[in-house]
T-cell receptor, first 114, second 114 residues
Framework: EAGVAQSPRYKIIEKRQSVAFWCNPI?????LYWYQQILGQGPKLLIQ????????DSQLPKDRFSAERLKGVDSTLKIQPAKLEDSAVYLC????????????FGSGTRLTVV | GENVEQHPSTLSVQEGDSAVIKCTYS??????FPWYKQELGKRPQLIID?????GEKKDQRIAVTLNKTAKHFSLHITETQPEDSAVYFC?????????????FGKGTKLSVKP
């Protein structure tokens, strides 16, 4: 089966600019996650979707981060405006359900804010 | 919410030796514990997982043990090989959340010296 697709792979922007990441999960996976992985740390959940609805965005900095999954398939994560501390790898993951088992991660987008 | 502590942060072993990584979790209701391997610049990949109704699970050279009473679980790698060198993350499914998302430890960088 095709894996979780993410784009772009790398992005460099200046602080205060905006950026968007795209994710296409494994076909049929109802649950989609965005994680932030700062260098040297474990992935931290930003937002979880079940189909096209948000089920957990408690750790999403909503003043600058937004995400959507309008048709319950692919998803975009946006940062506006970006800060230096947003430099990280943004990982998208999907699973069949939210409670069944492990995730399959995409390759991630490495964001550098200068 | 859930908190996952992982130790050690770095581990260096000689090829052929065993490696053990330990994690503790805070939410006694957590019921699913996966381990991910992340090679440099690549996506985290699920290598083994265990559910709360099982005490031990083995897959070739890797095994995971779970002690629900003490709320800790461990990854055991036997006969280590240089290709086992990577960062390993434990995680726990936090059932206190809306849909049981995974909370990750901070990772263990394993180096296997030939």
């Amino acid at each position: 089966e095709a894996g979780v697709a993410q784009s772009p792979r790398y992005k460099i922007i200046e602080k205060r600019q905006s950026v968007a990441f795209w994710c296409n999960p494994i076909s049929g996976h109802a649950t989609l996650y965005w994680y932030q992985q700062i260098l040297g740390q474990g992935p931290k959940l930003l937002i979880q979707f079940q189909n096209n609805g948000v089920v957990d965005d408690s750790q999403l900095p909503k003043d600058r981060f937004s995400a959507e999954r309008l048709k319950g398939v692919d998803s975009t994560l946006k940062i506006q405006p970006a800060k230096l501390e947003d430099s990280a790898v943004y990982l998208c993951a999907s699973s069949l359900t939210g409670t069944g088992g492990g995730y399959t991660f995409g390759s991630g987008t490495r964001l550098t804010v200068v | 919410g859930e908190n996952v502590e992982q130790h050690p942060s770095t581990l260096s072993v000689q090829e052929g030796d065993s490696a053990v990584i330990k994690c503790t979790y805070s939410d006694s209701a957590s019921n699913y514990f996966p381990w991910y391997k992340q090679e440099l610049g690549k996506r985290p990949q699920l290598i083994i997982d265990i559910r709360s109704n099982v005490g031990e699970k083995k897959d070739q050279r890797i095994a995971v043990t779970l002690n629900k009473t003490a709320k800790h679980f461990s990854l055991h790698i036997t006969e280590t090989q240089p290709e086992d060198s990577a960062v390993y993350f434990c995680a726990a499914r936090w059932v206190g959340g809306s849909q049981g998302n995974l909370i990750f430890g901070k990772g263990t960088k394993l180096s296997v010296k030939p």
